[in-house]
């Protein structure tokens, strides 16, 4: 089985940063192709943020934060970070690492096979 774990969460304030990672262990994100983050806000559907595939690197963002995140990857840790700048109030939620033995970059949830608990980010005004 394939373990997918967040960390980087936190509470930080309108305009700060943070950087998320995620961090696959088991069968490793080695074997995977395609790594993902989606977040879920109370009382909303639980919505794409950013995709990136392992080997070529090709990435793809939702609209609302284009410009103020970034999606990478490290293959020698199997991890996949998301850095967020610029945050707002509106980007508070439970983020999601997700990912996938396809290699494509989806906005899809049910397209990633492998997901983590999830981790809290709250940004105050």
């Known amino acids: 089985q394939v373990q997918v774990v967040e960390s980087g969460g936190g509470l930080v304030q309108a305009g700060g940063s943070l950087r998320l990672s995620c961090a696959a262990s088991?069968?490793?994100?080695?074997?995977?192709?395609?790594g993902g983050w989606f977040r879920q806000a109370p009382g909303k559907e639980r919505e794409f943020v950013a995709a990136?595939?392992?080997?070529?690197?090709?990435?793809a963002y939702a609209n609302s934060v284009k410009g103020r995140f970034t999606i990478s990857r490290d293959n020698a840790k199997n991890s996949v970070y998301l850095q967020m700048n610029s945050l707002k109030p509106e980007d508070t939620a439970v983020y999601y690492c997700?990912?996938?033995?396809?290699?494509?970059?989806?906005?899809?949830?049910?397209?990633?096979?492998?997901w983590g608990q999830g981790i809290q980010v709250t940004v105050s005004s």
């Open positions: 997700a990912a996938d033995t396809l290699d494509r970059v989806s906005d899809i949830g049910q397209r990633y096979h492998y």
């Open positions: 088991g069968r490793t994100f080695s074997n995977l192709a395609t």
């Open positions: 990136i595939s392992w080997n070529g690197g090709r990435t």
